[in-house]
């Protein structure tokens, strides 16, 4: 059974930093596209960023520069490194899975973990 659990949320200051983790079960994720899905209230889940098998990478544009997604195979296992959060980064985060690449432009694979909350408060 495919399961991914997320972990590293949290209640952060504008201008903080989080490592948001996804560890993933029942899935090799040297052979699907990962990627990191955010949904605030009243608002549509929209892609943040994604990597692909071969290691292509995407990027919502307002989170390019300062969020990077990375993943130790290793562990199975895929990080966002969020810098520089602001009030508009606060969300419901989502890891994703699934094969081809079409995740990676906001597409999104199969599986989904339960999400780690994420809010940037003073």
């Known amino acids: 059974q495919v399961q991914l659990v997320e972990s590293g949320g949290g209640l952060v200051q504008p201008g903080g930093s989080l490592r948001l983790s996804c560890v993933a079960s029942?899935?090799?994720?040297?052979?699907?596209?990962m990627g990191w899905y955010r949904q605030a209230p009243g608002k549509q889940r929209e892609l943040v960023a994604g990597i692909a098998s071969g290691g292509r990478t995407n990027y919502a544009d307002s989170v390019e520069g300062r969020f990077t997604i990375s993943r130790e195979n290793a562990k199975n296992t895929v990080y966002l490194e969020m810098n520089d959060l602001n009030n508009e980064d606060t969300a419901l985060y989502y890891c994703?899975?699934?094969?081809?690449?079409?995740?990676?432009?906001?597409?999104?694979?199969?599986?989904w973990g339960q999400g780690t909350q994420v809010t940037v408060s003073s």
């Open positions: 994703n899975a699934g094969l081809g690449v079409a995740l990676i432009i906001g597409y999104p694979g199969a599986y």
């Open positions: 029942g899935v090799d994720i040297t052979q699907y596209a």
